[in-house]
């Protein structure tokens, strides 16, 4: 009786093990995919904090725009041309010149890289209008006050 019972504890034993060494052979393809992701975001971590600690850290007011009659009220500004002549895009920012020239090369933590290329009105000092792609988008980015870094100052106009 007792060996009949070893021999049932054995035979579930190499069960589970043959159940778990092919769960971890299934497991290892996601594994995989999983560090390739990492390595990813680690790069891009990389990248953002060298941007990070050679600019220039400037906190301003952001808001955002569209090329939507919403967002620009002004019929002849919809031309989806910005101030330098460059097309709407994401990655455009419309700044005060006096505080950052055409061409200068920013990081907006939750935006991306963006290069100033436009200007408007109400943007005065340290305020940035991000470029979107909806008036959706623009909303949700809302009003924030942020910290962003000057990668490269644009020439003065």
Do not use: C
Request: overall charge positive; hydrophobic content about 40%; charged content about 25%.
């Amino acid at each position: 009786m007792k060996e009949q019972h070893i021999r049932i504890m054995l035979i579930l034993v190499a069960g589970w093990m043959i159940g778990f060494v092919h769960h971890s052979l299934a497991v290892r393809p996601e594994i995989s995919a999983l560090k390739q992701e990492r390595s990813k975001i680690e790069a891009k971590l990389y990248e953002v904090k060298a941007l990070t600690d050679t600019a220039k850290r400037v906190t301003v007011k952001t808001t955002a725009y569209s090329n939507d009659p919403v967002s620009i009220n002004v019929a002849r500004w919809r031309d989806e041309r910005t101030a330098t002549n460059t097309l709407a895009r994401r990655g455009v920012v419309a700044a005060d010149w006096r505080v950052f020239p055409p061409g200068t090369r920013l990081f907006i933590p939750g935006y991306g890289e963006a290069v100033v290329e436009d200007r408007g009105g109400a943007i005065k000092g340290l305020h940035l209008d991000l470029f979107v792609d909806s008036v959706q988008e623009a909303k949700k980015w809302g009003v924030q006050e942020i910290p962003v870094y000057v990668i490269e100052k644009g020439r003065k106009t």
